[in-house]
Each structure stands twice: as C-alpha cells, then as structure tokens.
C-alpha cells in the first residue's frame, strides 16, 4: 500500500514538473538582447498537416503541397503578435521559403506586403530526403554564407523555413520553433545564441 503511494506521488510531481517546464517562458536575457537587434531569428513554420507533398511540388499551386492547419494558422498570428508585444523589432521584409505553408506562416504573422520569398531555403527542405553527403556538406556551407550576414542595425532578421534532420544544421525544430542566431560578419561564421518555443515566448 505504501508503496503505491509513493508511486503515486512520484507520478504527481512528474506531471508537475512537466507542467512547469511547459510554461517556463523565454530566456528574459535574451529577449531583451533581441529588443537591440542584431540577431537572426531561424522559424520553422506553423503546423502543417493538411495535404502532402507531391514529388512534383509547383510552388504556385498550394494543392501540390502540405499546408497549414488552423492550428498552424493560429500559432503563426500568435508568433507576430508576440514579438510586437515583446517589442522586438524586426527587418522588412522578413524571408520565407516559396512553400505554401512558410509564405503564410509569414504573412499571418507579419502581414502580406512585409513578405519575400527566397528559393534558398528549398534546399534546406530538401535536405530531409536522400541526399549525398557531399550535397548536404554543400547546402550546411551554403547555409553559413547566409547566417553569418547581420541584420540592419537595430532590427533582427527572420527567416520562416523548414526544420533541419536530427543532428544536422540547426537541428530539429518544432511548429514555430525558433533558434536565435548571431551572426559574425561575412566569411565569419555564426553562433546559437538560444532557442525557444511559442509557448515559451507567449509565457509571462
């Protein structure tokens, strides 16, 4: 009997813990390191699990591609209005890959005129098939060239892609994740400066 108790207590602070790691919300230090500028702000776009991608992606027909959800919909509205509650300042026009789902995931949260698709990022996207290791060693060299560039002064750039394979680039990224970059100039390189969630940026 006891030790069913102590079961299930153990299962209580778990839940708890989990609880609290859930709503733990930014990095304050760098939130307010983001409020300088300076920075590049890596977004996966929001949840995408309506359709799927046809072999023969047109870029100008979202019905050859996975879309957002309404959930994917919401979380990126959510996104733009955090980071213009948090005063976070950002460069016009924020990038997006030419998929359906990251145009709009951009456009929900930045508006439809502050929008500019860049094919870059398409092979960031592609890099989650087959791909030989001297093409992805390729496209991750490629990837430094344009994260190692700074944004305006006083602004943070945004880039809405894709994620990266587990242990490759930047990594695995949640629907509207974010990793933070810090640029350090041209032929420089970059550095990770912090990651975090929507949940932890609509935290208080």
């Known amino acids: 009997m006891k030790q069913l108790w102590l079961f299930s207590m153990l299962c209580i ?11 733990m919300p930014a990095d304050p230090s760098l939130l307010r390191s983001l409020q300088q500028g300076g920075y590049i702000l890596y977004v996966r776009h929001g949840d995408a699990t309506v359709g799927t991608d046809s ?3 047109n870029f100008n027909d ?12 919401s979380q990126a509205v959510s996104y733009g209005n955090a980071l213009r509650q948090l005063h976070i300042p950002v460069q016009m026009p924020v990038v997006a890959s030419p998929f359906c789902r990251t145009k709009e995931s951009a456009e929900l949260a930045f508006g439809a005129g502050n929008v500019r698709t860049d094919p870059f990022w398409v092979r960031i996207y592609q890099l989650g098939g087959s791909v030989p290791p001297a093409q992805q060693e390729a496209v991750l060299k490629a990837l430094s060239a344009q994260l190692e560039i700074p944004p305006s002064p006083g602004t943070n750039k945004v880039i809405i892609a ?4 587990p242990g490759v680039g930047l990594g695995e990224i949640q ?3 974010t990793v933070v970059i810090k640029p ?4 420089n390189g970059y550095e990770i400066a912090g990651h ?4 932890e940026l609509n935290s208080p």
Request: charged content about 20%; glycine content about 10%.
């Open 13 to 23: 602070l778990i839940l708890l813990q989990a609880d609290l790691a859930e709503a």
């Open 62 to 73: 979202c019905s050859t591609q996975r879309n957002l959800s309404e959930t994917g919909r």
């Open 184 to 187: 350090k100039g041209q032929g």
């Open 162 to 165: 894709h994620s990266f394979p």
């Open 196 to 199: 975090f969630d929507l949940d």
């Open 55 to 57: 072999p023969r992606i």
């Open 175 to 177: 629907s509207l994740g």
